[in-house]
């Protein structure tokens, strides 16, 4: 028991918080450019405070609970959504000596904790006493439990390759090969289903603003609204790290750039997938619920089996290679 | 040692996770105004006066997709220690550990089938 271990997870926050801050900045300047705009531009110079006056001005709202909502759950659902998309980032492994919980079923751990969020969101949803918000959180339950299964059943491939859950392991294990090439398939499928999970565009259909207002927080206001905002972009962080260590080679570098430091490796693929998702945001329209469902179950759930398949049969053909 | 030392850091995110949004609430207490009406109070439906509540009995959709997560995610648990240990295995008993795999696979498949057959993934 040292100090670190107190000093480094609220250092970690605070990271993640100045990450939430600017990502949402990045994401709305990427969007403004995508389609021809400037983004925000007027809080400080180039919009760089743009995040942090919305934050304060969330902070100095009007809390309202409206008189009908469960008010105990209605105040719990926010922090059951937040706290697990935080405790999720103690097991990622930032670089080789940069890692909280260096534990042996690292993703297992993330996958599992990951799910907790969907009951804050069905808490919210249900507590609000709104029909609106009713729907989106059943949207959400409907969509998260559909794409867990190829989210997991994708990783599976990595895993054999791997031959370890710990995801220290996974990334050296990557020393040679980085996954995304032999589990090409497992990547494209984990990606699809992270977006999903992440409930980001084209999976937002929990909070379709044309059809339910803004799904299972319609009712929440202030804060309590932004701890939802919050656990969703702390989400897009933990899954892009993940995405980074299962298939990009986590802090491996590129082959003959070895002199740039490991963590910069890291921050660099890890700022290459939160792009691209912010990317997909701007490209793709909003898929129909039925459409949903099919592209889960008869696609990807199919693909991930295979891919399963495909990975031993690798493992035989590419023999010592990776 | 290492082991307990793990899972405590975790124990210590949980609180730092629960300190921010208490924390934050309790800021947010002493700076925001107050000033609650009924008219505020009563819940959103688009501007018009809600009907009824929404505490109500209603088909969930989705149940049946619910039972299918249920037993394509125990399957995911049998097929993670297999992964694992698929190098000690294939090196054991050869490629018989594949083919083990591929019926236990072979069997969900169908009840995957089963299901897309009687329409239950149709979202109508």
């Known amino acids: ?322 | 040692m290492e082991y307990a030392q793990s899972y405590m850091t975790i124990l210590v995110f949980i609180l730092v996770g629960l300190a921010l949004p208490a924390a934050a609430l309790t800021l947010g207490a002493w700076l925001r105004p107050h000033k609650p009406t009924s008219a505020k109070a009563i819940t959103y439906e688009s501007g018009v006066d809600p009907t009824g509540d929404s505490w109500v009995r209603f088909n969930v959709r989705y149940y049946l997709f619910a039972l299918l997560f249920v037993i394509f995610d125990v399957e995911t648990v049998f097929l993670y220690p297999w992964a694992v240990a698929y190098d000690v295995l294939r090196a054991d008993v050869g490629l018989f550990v594949l083919v083990e795999m591929l019926i236990f696979v072979f069997f969900l498949v169908i009840g995957l089938i089963y299901a897309w057959k009687k329409r239950v993934l149709e979202w109508t």
Request: proline share 5%; charged share 15%.
């Open chain 1, 1 to 322: 028991m040292n100090v670190w271990m107190l000093l480094g997870p609220v250092l970690l926050l605070g990271v993640v918080l100045g990450f939430v801050t600017y990502a949402i900045l990045l994401e709305r300047k990427v969007l403004g450019w995508m389609q021809g705009r400037h983004g925000p531009n007027r809080v400080g110079p180039w919009g760089i405070f743009q995040t942090v006056a919305d934050v304060f001005k969330l902070l100095i709202k009007e809390d309202t609970i409206p008189a009908k909502a469960d008010r105990t759950l209605f105040k719990m659902a926010p922090v059951i959504a937040f706290v697990p998309a935080f405790v999720v980032l103690a097991a990622i492994p930032f670089s080789e000596d940069l890692v909280f919980a260096d534990i042996g079923v690292g993703v297992l751990y993330i996958i599992s904790l990951s799910s907790i969020t969907t009951i804050g969101i069905l808490v919210g949803g249900w507590a609000s006493n709104n029909k609106y918000a009713l729907l989106g959180a059943m949207r959400s339950v409907a969509q998260m439990i559909s794409y867990e299964i190829p989210l997991v059943m994708s990783v599976v491939g990595v895993v054999m390759a791997a031959g370890t859950l710990n995801l220290t392991g996974i990334v050296e294990a990557q020393q040679r090969m980085w996954f995304i090439i032999p589990q090409i398939i497992g990547f494209l499928v984990f990606f699809t289903a992270s977006l999903a999970e992440l409930n980001r565009t084209p999976f937002d259909l929990p909070e379709a603003e044309s059809e339910l207002v803004a799904g299972y927080h319609v009712e929440y206001s202030g804060f309590r609204f932004a701890f939802f905002m919050l656990a969703e972009y702390v989400y897009v962080f933990a899954m892009a790290a993940l995405t980074t260590v299962l298939f990009l080679g986590g802090w491996n570098p590129v082959f003959g750039l070895e002199f740039i430091p490991p963590l910069i490796w890291f921050v660099l693929k890890f700022a290459l997938i939160v792009f691209t998702i912010f990317w997909i945001r701007a490209t793709l329209p909003r898929i129909r619920v039925d459409q949903l469902m099919q592209l889960g179950w008869k696609v990807l759930l199919p693909l991930a089996l295979f891919n399963i398949f495909l990975s031993a049969l690798l493992k035989e053909v590419l023999e010592g290679w990776y």
